[in-house]
């Protein structure tokens, strides 16, 4: 099945970062680009490049929290193009108050996390995959992260979500494969984009008094995990070579697209981890002898 030409995809966050180079590198792949995004200035930026290049283009002002307004961003994408191909479920949330201490870390930062990184993807699948369904086919990436392999010390909300997003695409590309679509869940290590500055699109509907916003470099203080996490940002690699890697995995099928090898003794570490347990209980008399009737997939089935 042809994955580009002539398709056409709609990029959650499309405006900046990894979901601009994406969009940008299917562009040149000859697909049709919808952008959506919650920042209208970057959003009209990243348009006029994509025209510049020639690239078929829909720019949307669009909250990825909201239900309505992937509708709206489906329909509109319906009637400029005709039909949906793909999905990049990429509108994401990161640095600041996403993760941190469990005492510290406050109920609005969670709810702010979980409603961008989690809901934005469950609602983009609502909406879109009814389309590409009725297109006969096509793919979907959701946008998780190495915080998707494991679970890490200070992880809360950012962790939390992204491991629901590897989880839940893991499922979805199980449920999706007899509709011809392939969903992968990416997981790049770092990348040099403005993640850490994610408090700049933070929406006034959650309260922030709780804590200093980080909306410009100045605003980091150099004590902090915050701040840490900024430099290996800024160190990652370069959004265009991850959205080359994105296109070279669609063309493998590959469920995880990884961005970063060096990460795979860690979650060799954890699937062995994981084994020893089950070693523990498989030699435990309490439950050693216990069988189940099948896979949890194969129970779904
Ligand atoms: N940069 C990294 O190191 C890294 C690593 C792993 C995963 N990721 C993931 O990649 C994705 C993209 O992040 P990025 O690094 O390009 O960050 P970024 O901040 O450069 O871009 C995020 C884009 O999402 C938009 N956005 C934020 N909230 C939104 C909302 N409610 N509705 C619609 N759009 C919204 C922003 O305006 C921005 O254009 C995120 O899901 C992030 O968690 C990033």
Not at 131 to 146: E, L, R, T
Not at 230 to 252: C, F, H, M, Y
Not at 281 to 301: E, H, M, N, Q, R
Request: charged fraction near 20%.
């Amino acid at each position: 099945m042809e994955l580009f030409k002539g398709k056409t995809v709609i990029v959650s966050g499309g405006a900046e970062g990894i979901g601009f180079a994406v969009a940008q590198a299917v562009g040149r792949e000859g697909m049709n680009v919808v952008i959506a995004d919650i920042s209208p200035d970057t959003l009209a930026t990243a348009e006029a490049t994509l025209n510049e290049q020639g690239i078929p283009v829909l720019a949307l002002t669009a909250d990825a929290r909201s239900e309505a307004d992937w509708d709206r961003v489906a329909d509109a994408a319906l009637e400029r193009f005709g039909a949906i191909h793909a999905l990049m479920n990429n509108a994401g949330v990161g640095g600041g108050g996403s993760s941190g201490p469990i005492e510290d870390h406050s109920a609005e930062d969670w709810r702010w996390t979980i409603d961008v990184n989690l809901m934005g993807v469950v609602f983009g699948m609502k909406s879109v995959v009814p389309h590409i369904k009725a297109a006969g086919g096509g793919w979907i990436v959701n946008v998780a992260s190495m915080a998707g392999m494991n679970g890490f010390p200070y992880g809360g909300a950012y962790n939390a979500t992204k491991l629901a997003v590897a989880g839940l695409s893991e499922g979805w590309s199980m449920e999706l494969a007899p509709f011809d679509i392939h969903v992968a869940a990416l997981c790049p290590g770092f990348v040099r984009t403005r993640i850490y500055l994610s408090d700049r699109v933070r929406p006034s509907d959650y309260d922030d008094s709780h804590r200093e916003l980080i909306v410009s470099d100045d605003d980091l203080d150099p004590e902090t995990m915050a701040t840490g996490l900024s430099n290996e940002v800024k160190n990652g690699i370069d959004p265009d070579l991850l959205a080359a890697r994105v296109i070279e995995s669609l063309q493998t099928k590959d469920t995880y697209i990884f961005t970063h090898p060096s990460f795979r003794d860690g979650v060799r570490e954890r699937y062995a981890m994981i084994d020893q347990c089950f070693e523990s209980a498989a030699t435990s008399p309490l439950v050693g002898g216990v069988i189940s009737s099948g896979s949890i997939p194969d129970l779904f089935k």
